[in-house]
């Protein structure tokens, strides 16, 4: 079994695998993820009653003492999630989007909410090309108004609050808003955040104002951070509700901010947030053994491709091989490429572009899965062809997701289970700041390109649309009832980091702690990739010699878990991150 202590810090850049067209591997060549910043042991955590587990140990405090006080899960999300937009603003908050699995102790049901930035009214397919109609530099598009869409969280939150909690929506503001006003120490890894990012958020005054000292020095690890603009507009949410955030002053703040910069200005309009909807969808679950994987199906492709990645697998006996051997990987790998194929060529917003009703069914699978020769790395793999109605000609996506993203589970006494990953995209978003919190770079998510070879991209831009994501909130049920809450930030790693947690479980039999520990093991695109300083290394000549192009890197996950056993809840936090469970 892997021995989670070998962890080590590393600063290997991270580059996008080959195996995309050109452009998409430039751009990535310059963009790394998050690093790990620090490792920490964590062992499980078991309680009775109710559990949190978030990424930032003040936030979960706050969603701690609402269910302590016998508030619901949706209680406690409005109090993790907006301290965790003020503590970890490189990762998720009010100016970014989430995605939410709900289980409902009471009507026995799971469900899903999409809260999903939107793409401006006034976005067109060619948002991110230049005037030769070619695709612009990452970051010349990400940095400021042209990248940020309509925001979805405080929308998410205040649905969630109406139709599923107790407490006062203005109670459960307040940790935050204390927080903000009195101030909270800078951690380690928001430091290390700063430092590597500091060009980019030195770009607007404001934004530079709040993330650097006086002097102009990015903010150190202990430094006591104030936040008088976030307290305000918590302060107005508490008294107006979430429609001040999409009809009112912060609108308009948001809207005069993205439109007025000028060097890069967005298309955000009014009539973008006070249209802005949360849908709510049917969870899309794929059964596995004797479990159902159910998850967030479009525009999220988190587990149509988590779905493929294990019913592909299940026709090799993993268990039997165990994680030490190199052909579990191998067949985990090439399942991954398989799935990541289908998701390129087929996964996008499917209120506006269809997709093919057979991605999860059994035979297709199956026939994916013969495409594998155990011993022998895939050679070239494309997308396959699932069950469709209505046949469309699709060219293979060229978007890049990076990971700067958060993951929460949270289990209140009455049984109701939240599973949410929130983002901005990229860490810090857009570098642009309104009202005392980060603007989403999401709409970069979209495919920079709107067709290629003549034929349409299913994740291009256009008004209204919603990018495709990769984040993959989890809730597992076993004959009828919670089993297992999981999820991971990590942008387009998400998929692999959810999938390997889930297969280390079930197969190989590691609690919830040992099955987030061990090392990150990933192929989405043709290279491998193994988690430097960790025992992953040890399959670099085994899987290079299957044919396999193998880089060394780090893999920064933050996977967070749950997992329902005899009447207990036994969580897990990720070693690679600062997030902890608490619960009684």
Not at 520 to 539: C, I, K, V
């Amino acid at each position: 079994m892997f021995n989670p202590r070998l962890l080590q810090l590393s600063m290997a850049c991270a580059l996008i695998s080959s195996g995309v067209n050109a452009q998409v591997a430039d751009v990535a060549d310059s963009v790394a993820p998050e690093f790990t910043s620090q490792v920490t042991a964590k062992k499980s955590v078991v309680s009775e009653n109710f559990m949190v587990a978030a990424a930032h140990p003040l936030a979960v405090e706050a969603g701690y003492d609402v269910l302590k006080k016998g508030g619901t899960a949706a209680d406690a999300l409005v109090a993790v999630q907006t301290v965790l937009g003020l503590v970890e603003p490189q990762s998720s908050g009010l100016g970014g989007g989430a995605f939410l699995v709900y289980y409902d102790a009471k009507s026995k049901q799971l469900t899903s909410f999409d809260g999903r930035e939107t793409a401006p009214l006034a976005a067109r397919p060619e948002l991110f090309q230049d005037e030769n109609g070619k695709p612009l530099k990452f970051f010349d598009a990400v940095v400021g108004g042209r990248s940020v869409g309509t925001p979805g969280t405080v929308k998410l939150l205040s649905d969630m609050h109406e139709k599923y909690g107790k407490q006062a929506w203005s109670d459960l503001l307040q940790p935050a808003q204390r927080l903000a006003i009195e101030g909270f120490e800078v951690s380690e890894r928001m430091a290390s955040s700063i430092e590597r990012d500091k060009a980019r958020l030195s770009r607007y005054p404001d934004t530079k104002a709040y993330f650097f000292t006086r002097d102009g020095k990015p903010l150190p690890e202990g430094h006591r951070l104030k936040n008088s603009e976030y307290a305000e507009t918590l302060e107005t949410l508490s008294k107006e509700g979430a429609d001040s955030f999409y009809t009112g002053q912060i609108a308009k703040d948001i809207v005069s901010k993205v439109t007025g910069i000028s060097d890069n200005p967005g298309f955000l309009a009014m009539e973008d947030f006070s249209t802005y909807k949360v849908l709510e969808r049917d969870p899309t679950c794929l059964a596995y053994k004797q479990f159902d994987v159910c998850g967030m199906g479009p525009p999220s492709s988190g587990a149509i491709t988590v779905g493929q990645i294990l019913g592909i697998a299940s026709h090799f006996d993993l268990a039997a091989m165990g994680p030490d051997d190199p052909h579990s990987w191998q067949i985990i790998g090439d399942a991954s490429r398989l799935a990541f194929a289908d998701r390129g060529r087929y996964i996008a917003d499917t209120d506006y572009v269809p997709m093919p009703e057979g991605m999860l069914d059994a035979d297709y699978l199956e026939k994916r899965a013969s495409l594998i020769t155990k011993g022998k790395a895939l050679g070239k793999v494309e997308a396959g062809n699932p069950r469709w109605e209505n046949v469309l000609v699709q060219a293979d996506d060229q978007s890049i997701e990076l990971p700067s993203t958060t993951h929460v589970v949270i289990v209140d006494a009455e049984g109701n289970i939240i599973s949410m990953t929130s983002t901005v995209e990229n860490g810090f978003g857009s570098r642009v700041m309104s009202n005392g919190f980060i603007l989403n770079n999401e709409l970069t998510d979209f495919s920079f390109a709107s067709h290629a070879n003549g034929a349409p991209i299913a994740n291009r831009v256009e008004p209204g649309k919603r990018p495709r994501s990769s984040m993959a909130p989890t809730i597992v049920m076993q004959d009828g009832k919670p089993y297992m809450a999981v999820g991971s930030p990590g942008g387009s790693r998400i998929i692999g980091y959810v999938a390997k947690t889930l297969i280390a479980h079930f197969d190989w039999g590691m609690d919830i702690q040992d099955a987030i520990n061990m090392p990150n093991m990933l192929n989405r695109f043709g290279s491998y990739d193994l988690e430097q300083g960790t025992q992953a290394e040890r399959f670099k000549q085994p899987l290079e010699e299957m044919g396999f192009k193998v880089d060394i890197r780090d893999l920064n996950s933050g996977v967070h878990g749950v997992v329902f056993s005899d009447g207990k809840l036994i969580g897990g936090a990720d070693p690679r991150r600062e997030g902890i469970v608490l619960g009684d």
